[in-house]
C-alpha cells in the first residue's frame, strides 16, 4: 500500500494556532482514507526545541503544540479503524542538547547519563580505557564538538550539530533505554512501526558492520511485542551501502530510484531506468529476498517533486505514474497529490498544506509565510 508522510506542524491545524497538530490530523483521516493510502509516516512529534523536532527532550511525550499523548493515542485508534497504519519517524541517533539526560551528563562526570554519549578528553583515563581518540586526533574532527564552560576540555560526538549529541549505542543502559521507548510506542501507544532517522550513524562510519547489527538486534526486541513490527530506514547512501541493512530492517528507502526518476524525467531520456532498478532490486534480493522496496521521488529533506521537474506538470504526472506502478511500496509526501511546490531552504519544502482557497482553508498552518505554494 501507499503510505504518506506527513509533517504534522504543517499539515492541518485544528485550533488556530497557526500550527498543525494531531487533532487536526485525525479531522482529516477521511482525506487520507479517500487518498487510498493506507499508512501514514509521521515526522518526529515529542518535544524537541526545533521547528523540525529531529532533536529530542523527551522521547515519551507529544510536543505541546501538537496535543497530548491521549490525542495522539485517539488518532491511532481512528487510523486503524480505517485500516491506516501508523509509523512515527525515531530519531535515536542523537538526542537534543538540551535533553535532560545531556543537561546533567554535561555538568556531571559522575551522571547516571554520562556514558549516554560519547566523550573524549586528552587525560581522561575513560577515553584512554575506550580506546576513543581524542577529538583533536579523530579523522573526523568537524564531528566533535567543544562542551561549552570555562574549564572543559571536553568534547562530545555530535555526526550533526551541536544541537544533536550522539547517544552512545556502545553502552548496554543507553540500549536498554532505547529498547524501552521502542515498547512504550508499540504497546502502549500502539504504533505499527517506526522509520528510522539517520540509521546508518548509530555507530561510526568506520563501524557498518555493528549498524546493521544493532538494526537486526532493534527489530528482534521490537517483534517480541508485536510480531508484525515494522522498521523502514533512512540510510541515505547509494545501493551499495543500502543493501546490507536489510538483513535487519524489513524496508529501506531507495534514495538511488527516487533520484534516476528525476534525472531521467529531466533528461526526457528514460532508456536506462529499468536497467538502474533491475540492478538494485537484484542486489537487495540476493540480501533479503522479502526486502520491501520503499519507492519515493522526494522527501522532507529535498526540493518537492513538482520543482524539482520545473512545474512541469505532465512531468510530475509522470513521476508518480511511475513511483505508484513500480514494484514496492511507495511512499508520497504530503502535497504532491495536489502538485505543491517546494524548494530549499528546508522551511520552504516543509510548507503549510493547501486544503482550499485562502480566505475559505480554516485547517491551513500559518506558522511560516510561505514562497513556493500559497
Ligand atoms: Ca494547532
Redo the contacts with the bound molecule.
Keep these: 500500500g501507499v503510505t504518506y508522510e506527513i509533517y504534522v506542524q504543517s499539515f492541518a ?9 494531531i ?2 490530523m485525525t479531522a482529516k483521516l477521511d482525506y487520507l482514507k479517500d487518498l487510498g493510502v493506507e499508512g501514514v509516516w509521521l515526522m518526529p512529534m515529542s518535544p524537541s526545541p526545533s521547528y523540525h523536532k529531529y532533536d529530542v527532550t523527551d522521547y515519551y511525550g507529544i510536543d505541546s ?3 497530548t499523548l491521549d490525542d495522539f493515542k485517539q488518532f491511532v485508534e481512528e487510523a486503524h479503524k480505517r485500516n491506516i497504519k501508523v509509523v512515527i519517524d525515531m530519531v535515536l541517533n542523537h538526542s537534543s542538547s538540551r535533553n535532560p539526560w545531556f543537561l546533567d551528563a554535561s555538568k556531571n562526570v559522575n551522571s547516571p547519563y554520562r556514558d549516554y554519549y560519547v566523550w573524549t578528553e586528552h587525560s581522561d583515563p575513560q577515553t584512554r580505557s575506550a580506546g576513543n581518540v581524542t577529538a583533536g586526533e579523530s579523522r573526523r574532527r568537524n564531528h566533535w564538538t567543544r562542551l561549552r564552560g570555562a574549564d572543559s576540555n571536553y568534547y562530545y560526538y555530535s555526526q550533526f550539530s551541536g544541537n544533536m549529541p550522539d547517544l552512545n549505542f556502545d553502552n548496554p543502559k543507553l540500549r536498554a533505554e532505547v529498547f524501552k521507548i521502542g515498547r512504550f510506542w508499540a504497546s502502549e501507544v500502539k504504533v505499527d512501526g517506526f522509520r528510522l532517522d539517520a540509521a546508518r550513524h548509530i555507530f561510526p562510519d568506520e563501524r557498518p558492520q555493528d549498524n546493521h547489527w544493532w538494526w537486526e538486534y532493534f527489530l528482534q526486541e521490537m517483534r517480541k511485542v508485536n510480531k508484525d513490527f515494522y522498521l523502514v530506514g533512512e540510510v541515505w547512501a547509494p545501493a551499495e551501502v543500502v543493501g546490507p541493512y536489510l538483513k535487519g530492517m524489513p524496508a529501506l528507502f531507495n534514495f538511488d530510484m527516487g533520484s534516476a526518476i528525476i534525472k531521467a524525467l529531466n533528461a526526457e531520456k528514460g532508456d536506462s531506468l529499468a536497467a538502474k532498478h533491475k540492478k538494485i532490486r537484484d542486489f537487495y534480493k540476493g540480501i533479503n529476498p522479502d526486502y520491501v522496496d520503499a519507492t519515493f521521488l522526494t522527501n522532507h529533506d529535498q526540493n518537492r517533486i513538482m520543482s524539482a521537474v520545473n512545474n512541469d506538470t505532465e512531468k510530475a504526472r509522470l513521476a508518480a505514474a511511475i513511483l505508484l506502478t513500480l514494484p514496492g511500496s511507495p511512499y508520497l509526501y504530503y502535497g504532491e497529490e495536489i502538485g505543491m511546490q517546494g524548494k530549499k531552504p528546508d522551511p520552504f519544502i516543509r510548507e503549510p498544506f493547501l486544503w482550499d482557497v485562502k480566505a475559505k482553508d480554516k485547517y491551513r ?1 500559518t506558522w511560516e509565510v510561505p514562497r513556493n505554494s500559497t
Design positions: 491545524d485544528s485550533d488556530g494556532d497557526g500550527k498543525g497538530d487533532k487536526g503544540a501538537y496535543g498552518a
